[in-house]
């Protein structure tokens, strides 16, 4: 019998929701690590029972969390997050010089092929690697050491390496995202990259179709067409055919182009995700209602998916790592709003249910899809 | 041996309870009395001071005896009380919110 396992991380600690395959009764444990900010909580695809937890505070600073019995109990592994060198300094928002500081780690990527080996995407943005399940941290410099290092700017919620993606038809292939500097792929495994931002067009920046300083919310891929990537930048929803090397424009019919989230259906490569959200000043739904809006032609065209989900009244907000598939038959989506809901769909969309209604603000959601 | 009294929240992190007693190497300094905490609870390695500079978070202070040693060298002797054990070290989140 398949199952699901739902990831949920928190302002306030870690909520791990498990149901069946028909996803209609859904059980609820946590909080894990209470009180404490758990920006992501994931998975590794060669062994579901090996979990990783970031764990933050403003007090206390980072912990990393590792569970080797899928969530059950957990040990705290090494959270020297040390910059390679002298770490120089980066961009300040008003464009002054500011030191290099490690803060967070945003996003736990484990690698698709040892349980043990795991990225982090942390902030300020900086790639680090695990060789050991967490046990030593090392940076991947050439990123942070890129010549247009030291040009980099914060977003709004600070300068965080936010998406890790992998290539699953190229080992050497990896690609992040960065708020606010942009989209970067490496081609031999995380020592040299590059920016693959060609075709973003961002108002808000000096020139705005620079190299860098886009402000690059979330990027997404289908496993099968691992060439073509899907973004949701701060404005705009965009495509790429070609590893990022050039972007266009997908946002079409979209009431807004603005959001946080998005994602790709386990089975169908051009069938794509997005929550829009009003506007980069007041990040709640358009008009009070809660939509997803769904593309099944690779973006353009896009059809609002709403049975469910509140359509008036409701001024949540969708963060850019709080959405989620899995991989059964009829694919779930799911996704948590900063409200504390989780909600989910068996159906690839067409409906919605609430399996969680008041968590604290939902920072992240991961899916395992268990067999 | 010095009495230490930790935040809630490290408390839970290192799976303790209540207050603790660690020993120093060396003088009893705050900078010796964290050295002993992380080599017995390795979890809060980087909680109360950082990796590298081994400096204080900006957000915990250390008081003992009624005084704040929060900005005290962290290489001078703490007060004969805390180091006699009558008196602990508190090391205390700094209060923050509405």
């Known amino acids: 019998m398949s199952a699901v396992r739902v990831l949920a991380g928190t302002r306030k600690g870690a909520f791990i929701l498990e149901a069946d395959g028909k996803r209609d009764r859904w059980s609820v444990e946590g909080p894990f690590f209470a009180g404490w900010e758990i920006y992501h909580i994931n998975a590794s695809r060669v062994d579901p029972n090996r979990l990783y937890a970031s764990q933050s505070s403003g007090w206390f600073g980072q912990v990393v969390q590792r569970s080797d019995d899928g969530g059950r109990t957990w040990r705290t592994m090494n959270n020297e997050f040390a910059y390679d060198g002298v770490p120089g300094t980066h961009q300040w928002f008003d464009g002054t010089e500011r030191p290099w500081e490690f803060k967070r780690v945003w996003h736990i990527e484990p690698s698709p092929v040892s349980p043990d080996i795991l990225y982090a995407g942390v902030e300020d943005a900086a790639l680090f690697r695990s060789d050991d399940g967490g046990e030593h941290w090392h940076e991947l410099a050439g990123l942070r050491n890129h010549r247009t290092g030291s040009g980099w700017h914060p977003g709004a919620g600070g300068m965080c390496l936010h998406t890790i993606l992998f290539d699953p038809s190229d080992a050497q292939r990896i690609y992040v995202a960065i708020s606010a500097a942009g989209a970067f792929r490496s081609d031999d495994g995380g020592a040299n990259w590059k920016p693959i931002n060609r075709g973003l067009h961002s108002e808000y920046i000096p020139d705005p179709n620079a190299e860098i300083g886009h402000c690059v919310h979330r990027l997404a891929m289908h496993p099968a067409q691992p060439n073509v990537l899907y973004m949701q930048k701060h404005w705009d929803v965009m495509r790429s055919e070609n590893g990022g090397d050039e972007w266009h424009e997908i946002s079409g019919n979209l009431p807004t182009d603005f959001g946080f989230a998005i994602d790709v259906h386990a089975h169908d490569p051009e069938t794509v995700y997005v929550v829009p959200i009003k506007s980069d000043r007041e990040h709640f739904p358009l008009d009070g209602a809660l939509r997803v809006y ?10 609002a998916l709403t049975k469910g989900l509140p359509q008036e009244h ?15 038959d009829s694919c779930g989506i799911y996704f948590g709003t900063t409200g504390g809901q989780i909600y989910a769909s068996p159906d690839g969309g067409d409906s919605w249910n609430a399996i969680a209604r008041d968590l604290p603000p939902v920072l992240s959601i991961e899916v395992q899809t268990l067999v | 041996m010095i009495r230490v009294i930790l935040p809630a929240h490290l408390r839970v992190l290192a799976n303790i309870s209540g207050e603790i007693d660690v020993e120093p190497e060396g003088n009893p300094t705050i900078s010796a009395v964290i050295g002993a905490i992380e080599a017995r609870f390795p979890s809060l390695r980087g909680t109360i001071r950082y990796h590298g500079s081994a400096t204080r978070r900006p957000m915990l202070r250390f008081y003992a005896c009624n005084v704040d040693l929060s900005h005290a060298d962290s290489e001078s002797t703490l007060p004969d009380a805390v180091v006699d054990g009558s008196e602990p070290l508190l090391i205390i989140g700094a209060i923050a919110g509405g």
């Open chain 1, 294 to 303: 769904r593309s099944t032609t690779g973006g353009n065209e896009w059809e």
């Open chain 1, 314 to 328: 409701c001024y949540v907000n969708v963060l850019r790592d709080a959405m989620a598939i899995d991989r059964l």
